[in-house]
């Protein structure tokens, strides 16, 4: 596994428990990855999945459950109720999910070779696959049967697949997003996504006393323009709806996020196979870049196992087939809630008058409403391995 974030421990993990050996390399320091500010929500079957492993019960201790979320559009808020379909999200940072991981591999005897850097991946295509890493200084190699490129966007996995080989997908969007971590408990229990003629806003936590909250913004945002006071005026005008009041408190981070789309077919070549940011990236919108990871790992592990413990080689030879089937439903997911809920400089009145017709459909139609729902809380993973 190159890469110990989501998708790399994941694997890992899984692996573990059906007892095929793993060697974890990651770049960065145990520290450095376990305080790693992202993503906020686990899907229904991704909590379920780190219940049923072993790693979900700090989740369940600290996490927060949630039944439903909210949509405020024209200043009215929408809420959609996930319990129609008997689901839930849970709101657990990533750098947690990740603390949790790294324990259990420690805790299993496994190890991480943190500080250690890929450095080049040789022979996937032949019998004997080989990493090169340097660790402390050393240059080293290590041969492997299978090697899982979970090296997130700018990794050295995706780059080393045979360019004549890999087709790319790609969107850019015109804007990013101004995100903040405060001191501030909730304004509410559960998330806001607000379209609002002023741009797209986002309201939600990470504890009892701990709001994340977001601004659509112009990708040359200058955060030396945006003291504390201009963004909670600004966060005020696009949640404002009936009843409601925002939480202040101090901001103690401040970042700017572009917003992309972009998928790499296919996601294997011989014995390298990606998973993760390492073969696809969504905007935010829809919560789904940890939960795309998480599920690539489920099915990579799930072939993994059937070709060295079932002697089936024929799912490893379409986990790209299987995952893309996935990851374009969650690609047409995040590009559509970023589509209804953003403002766009070049939409037109009648692009405008469209955007607030599909919002009106999405969270007042039954049908609308349950397509979103069911996109939100995650589509099925299949059978844990
Ligand atoms: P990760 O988490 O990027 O992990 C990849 C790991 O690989 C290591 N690495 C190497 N190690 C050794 N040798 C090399 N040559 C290496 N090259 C790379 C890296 O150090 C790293 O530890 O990928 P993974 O596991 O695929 O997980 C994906 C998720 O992290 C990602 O999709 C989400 O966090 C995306 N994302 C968000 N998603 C959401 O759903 N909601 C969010 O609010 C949200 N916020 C974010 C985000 C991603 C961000 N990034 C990537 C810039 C905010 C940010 C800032
Ligand atoms: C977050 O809490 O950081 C978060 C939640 C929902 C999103 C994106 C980010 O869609």
Not at 109 to 137: D, K, M, Q, W, Y
């Amino acid at each position: 596994m190159i890469g110990a974030g989501p998708a790399g421990l994941m694997l890992a993990h899984l692996l573990t428990r059906a007892g095929i050996e793993t060697v974890m390399i990651e770049r960065h320091s145990r520290s450095y990855v376990e305080n790693r500010i992202r993503a906020g929500i686990l899907e229904h079957e991704v909590a379920a999945l780190l219940r049923e492993t072993g790693v979900g019960a700090r989740m369940d201790e600290v996490g927060f459950r949630h039944d439903g979320t909210n949509i405020l559009f024209d200043g009215v808020l929408h809420r959609l109720d996930f319990a129609s379909l008997g689901k839930h999200v849970m709101l657990y940072s990533q750098h947690e999910v990740v603390r949790d991981l790294i324990a259990a591999r420690l805790v299993a005897g496994g190890e991480i070779l943190f500080e250690a850097e890929v450095t080049a991946i040789e022979n996937f295509n032949g019998s004997e696959p080989r990493v090169c890493f340097t660790h402390h200084g050393e240059t080293r190699e290590l041969d492997c049967e299978i090697i899982a490129a979970c090296d997130g966007f700018h990794g050295i996995g995706r780059a080393s697949l045979p360019a004549n080989l890999v087709r790319e997908y790609d969107r850019e969007y015109p804007f990013g997003w101004l995100g903040i971590l405060a001191e501030a408990p909730p304004s509410l229990d559960e998330l806001i996504y607000a379209n609002h003629d002023r741009g797209f806003a986002l309201l939600s936590m990470r504890s009892s006393s701990v709001s994340r909250l977001y601004l659509q913004c112009p990708l040359d945002t200058d955060l030396a323009e945006w003291p504390d006071s201009r963004i909670w005026d600004e966060l005020s005008i696009r949640l404002a709806h009936p009843g409601f009041s925002l939480n202040t408190g101090a901001i103690f981070q401040k970042n700017i996020t572009p917003m992309r789309s972009y998928v790499a077919e296919p996601m294997q070549s011989g014995r390298l196979f990606l998973a993760g940011d390492a073969a696809h990236i969504v905007p935010p919108t829809g919560a789904k870049g940890l939960n795309a990871a998480v599920a690539d790992a489920v099915i990579l592990a799930r072939a993994i196992i059937a070709q060295f413990l079932d002697d089936n080689p024929e799912t490893l030879r379409c986990y790209t087939e299987t995952c893309l089937a996935r990851i374009w439903k969650i690609e047409r997911f995040s590009w559509l809630m970023t589509s209804l809920l953003h403002r766009f400089d070049n939409h037109s009145a009648f692009d405008r008058r469209i955007q607030r017709a599909e919002l009106d459909y999405y969270v007042n139609t039954p049908t609308g409403g349950t397509a979103l729902i069911e996109n939100y809380v995650g589509l099925p993973i299949g059978a844990v391995p």
